[in-house]
């Protein structure tokens, strides 16, 4: 079959080939959707480039070094990390490079796009890896769009995509992944909408922020949250963000710009915009048939659809869908700039005072009663700092090895 595979071209049956994403965008545009231009490369890609590298043989040992189950988080980071080197350092066959090339170089030789992943088992009504897999922004040029398929593939077997399919129990071994190249939208406004708040179903969620959606994905950008009706659209609530900052483009990638004053004192959207994202929400929960967790931004009073996926029901079995959890740990170098001050400077000050305060009180005075308000007074400290610990503190822990990732694509060491 072909490599590269056009939305007007791909069918329900392409699913396996171009996975969940690729084939939504690709039903949203047959049905009259604002979809940018777009194509799939398909998981034959993928899999003809591990397997005449030898790669897949090299990621089968290093996934099964250990169970997987009784690997330590730091051996799960290293394992990933190992594996995203053996992407690095080898370069696409010619035979597969050219095939791709002679391609892409008709549609994007001279358009700025996004590489975005769309792994086979994303976007299903029982799992969204929406976050878990790496997506590049404002690539420029073939080779480049070439190399950052290559990056995309590699975010198959990061720490928190293996993480994610352990939890939902999902085979790591025939795991694969199609790739979107997706012309970009230089979004002044942007965002998502939930078709169904998850926490009351006869509500609908919309958070905006300007620029592209980059930051608020990441947490670097705070976005503007209403919450409207589900029926009607009437406004709930609106929760206003400290506007400070938008992800926008560079000369290649994005970076974070402050905004205006102007822009900082007002919210990205106007009632009339509000309206027009809750409409496209709505739309694509038509067509889909469920409650859409739908990407958004708009250019120039234009409204353009990103992606949509299905709202997840959660892990098999009831338990609770830590997706939410597992994408906290993926930051940008920005929002690590941020969370680290905000260790530094309040946590880690806040902790000792706390601990300072509570070595000071001498327990041996006090009453049976107080006693016993006093060890339920810390116990609820303590969980307070362990949530504080999985909040903020392993997200930065993890967030540190974005030195290791940024020496290895620099250096490329064997």
């Given at each position: 079959?072909?490599?590269?595979?056009?939305?007007?071209?791909?069918?329900?049956?392409?699913?396996?080939?171009?996975?969940?994403?690729?084939?939504?965008l690709s039903v949203m545009a047959h049905k009259g959707m604002n979809v940018p231009s777009a194509v799939a490369v398909c998981a034959e890609a993928y899999d003809q480039y591990i397997s005449y590298t030898g790669l897949r043989d090299r990621i089968l040992i290093e996934i099964n070094r250990k169970h997987f189950k009784d690997m330590r988080w730091e051996e799960i980071w290293d394992t990933?990390?190992?594996?995203?080197?053996?992407?690095?350092?080898?370069?696409?066959?010619?035979?597969?490079?050219?095939?791709?090339?002679?391609?892409?170089?008709?549609?994007?030789?001279?358009?700025?796009?996004?590489?975005?992943?769309?792994?086979?088992?994303?976007?299903?009504?029982?799992?969204?890896?929406?976050?878990?897999?790496?997506?590049?922004?404002?690539?420029?040029?073939?080779?480049?769009?070439?190399?950052?398929?290559?990056?995309?593939?590699?975010?198959?077997?990061?720490?928190?995509?293996?993480?994610?399919?352990?939890?939902?129990?999902?085979?790591?071994?025939?795991?694969?992944?199609?790739?979107?190249?997706?012309?970009?939208?230089?979004?002044?406004?942007?965002?998502?909408?939930?078709?169904?708040?998850?926490?009351?179903?006869?509500?609908?969620?919309?958070?905006?922020?300007?620029?592209?959606?980059?930051?608020?994905?990441?947490?670097?950008?705070?976005?503007?949250?209403?919450?409207?009706?589900?029926?009607?659209?009437?406004?709930?609530?609106?929760?206003?963000?400290?506007?400070?900052?938008?992800?926008?483009?560079?000369?290649?990638g994005v970076g974070l710009t402050s905004l205006t004053l102007e822009r900082a004192n007002t919210p990205p959207l106007t009632t009339d915009e509000l309206k027009k994202v809750f409409e496209l929400v709505h739309r694509a929960q038509q067509i889909f048939g469920s409650p859409q967790d739908v990407e958004w931004t708009s250019n120039r009073d234009t409204l353009y659809v990103l992606q949509?996926?299905?709202?997840?029901?959660?892990?098999?079995?009831?338990?609770?869908?830590?997706?939410?959890?597992?994408?906290?740990?993926?930051?940008?170098?920005?929002?690590?700039?941020?969370?680290?001050?905000?260790?530094?400077?309040?946590?880690?000050?806040?902790?000792?005072?706390?601990?300072?305060?509570?070595?000071?009180?001498?327990?041996?005075?006090?009453?049976?009663?107080?006693?016993?308000?006093?060890?339920?007074?810390?116990?609820?400290?303590?969980?307070?700092?362990?949530?504080?610990?999985?909040?903020?503190?392993?997200?930065?822990?993890?967030?540190?090895?974005?030195?290791?990732?940024?020496?290895?694509?620099?250096?490329?060491?064997?």
């Open positions: 079959m072909n490599l590269i595979k056009f939305l007007h071209e791909i069918e329900e049956s392409d699913r396996p080939h171009v996975g969940g994403k690729c084939l939504a990933s990390l190992r594996i995203r080197n053996l992407f690095l350092n080898n370069p696409m066959p010619d035979m597969l490079s050219e095939t791709l090339r002679h391609s892409l170089s008709s549609v994007f030789s001279d358009t700025a796009v996004v590489v975005r992943s769309s792994a086979l088992e994303e976007d299903t009504a029982a799992a969204s890896f929406a976050g878990l897999h790496d997506s590049y922004v404002n690539i420029k040029g073939v080779d480049s769009i070439l190399h950052h398929i290559r990056l995309v593939w590699a975010s198959l077997w990061s720490d928190a995509a293996l993480l994610y399919r352990q939890e939902l129990g999902l085979d790591i071994e025939k795991s694969s992944m199609a790739v979107v190249i997706q012309e970009i939208v230089y979004g002044e406004k942007s965002g998502v909408a939930f078709g169904k708040n998850p926490n009351d179903d006869s509500q609908s969620v919309i958070e905006a922020v300007y620029g592209l959606n980059q930051g608020l994905v990441d947490g670097t950008v705070e976005p503007d949250r209403w919450i409207l009706e589900q029926e009607a659209g009437t406004i709930v609530s609106h929760t206003a963000a400290q506007r400070r900052k938008a992800i926008t483009p560079m000369k290649e949509s996926r299905p709202i997840t029901s959660g892990l098999a079995g009831g338990d609770e869908d830590k997706r939410p959890w597992y994408m906290s740990l993926h930051r940008s170098f920005e929002n690590l700039k941020i969370l680290r001050r905000k260790i530094e400077e309040d946590l880690l000050p806040s902790m000792i005072q706390e601990a300072t305060l509570l070595s000071r009180q001498d327990l041996q005075e006090l009453s049976d009663s107080e006693l016993s308000e006093v060890v339920t007074r810390r116990a609820e400290r303590y969980n307070h700092w362990i949530g504080v610990y999985w909040k903020e503190f392993i997200p930065f822990a993890h967030g540190i090895r974005l030195f290791g990732v940024f020496y290895n694509d620099t250096v490329s060491p064997c």
